[in-house]
Every structure is written in C-alpha cells, then in structure tokens.
Nanobody, 116 residues
C-alpha cells in the first residue's frame, strides 16, 4: 500500500506557472506507472500526464508543450510542472499510482484555479 499527498495548487493568472508535487509514503521505485489526473466541475476525471518507471511519459493533447511530468525516485515524489496556464486548466488535480493494472491509489487532490 502507499499513500499519496499532493501539494502546490493555488490561484494563478492566465499565462502563469505552477508546480504540483505528489509525495508518496514509501518508495516509488517499483511502481510501474504514476500520473496526474484532473477533474473540473461537471466533467469526468481525465488523464493529464503519466510517467513510467523507465521514464517514458505521455500527455493529454491539451497540455502537450505546456506541462512536464517527472519522477524523483530518491525523493519518492512525482512532479507536474505547468506553464502557460489557461483558465480551462482549472480543476482539482489528483496524483495516481498504478500498483497493478487493476489497483490504483489516489491522492486527495489539490485545487488549481487559473483566472483570466
């Protein structure tokens, strides 16, 4: 089992930047895949970015070129660097750890609000 705690959310103006952090309660070295998801009011939760244990990354089309996901196994932490933020990026952002294909662990979420 692992617990995930997100931090770094907040209010930012359009065009600004934020960095989200996801701290795990134990080593993430063996966790095959970790990712960031987001859920806006009235919408379904969607994948923002994912990173494999080998460092391969994937992004939603809407954030490509603006967001960067990274993992620091030594610090048991996954990051999401968000640049050129847009009002449509406003959502609760959740960290995810895929322990097995059928078993996912979620953090409690952190609010990101982008004002126009």
């Amino acid at each position: 089992q692992v617990q995930l705690v997100e931090s770094g959310g907040g209010l930012v103006q359009a065009g600004g930047s934020l960095t989200l952090s996801c701290a795990a309660s134990r080593s993430i070295f063996s966790i095959n895949r970790m990712g960031w998801y987001r859920q806006a009011p009235g919408k379904e939760r969607e994948l923002v970015a994912g990173v494999s244990s080998g460092g391969s990354t994937n992004y939603a089309d809407s954030v490509k070129g603006r967001f960067t996901i990274s993992r620091d196994n030594a610090k048991n932490t996954v990051y999401l660097q968000m640049n050129s933020l847009k009002p449509e990026d406003t959502a609760v952002y959740y960290c995810n750890a895929q322990l097995t294909p059928a078993y996912n662990v979620w953090g409690q979420g952190t609010q990101v609000t982008v004002s126009s």
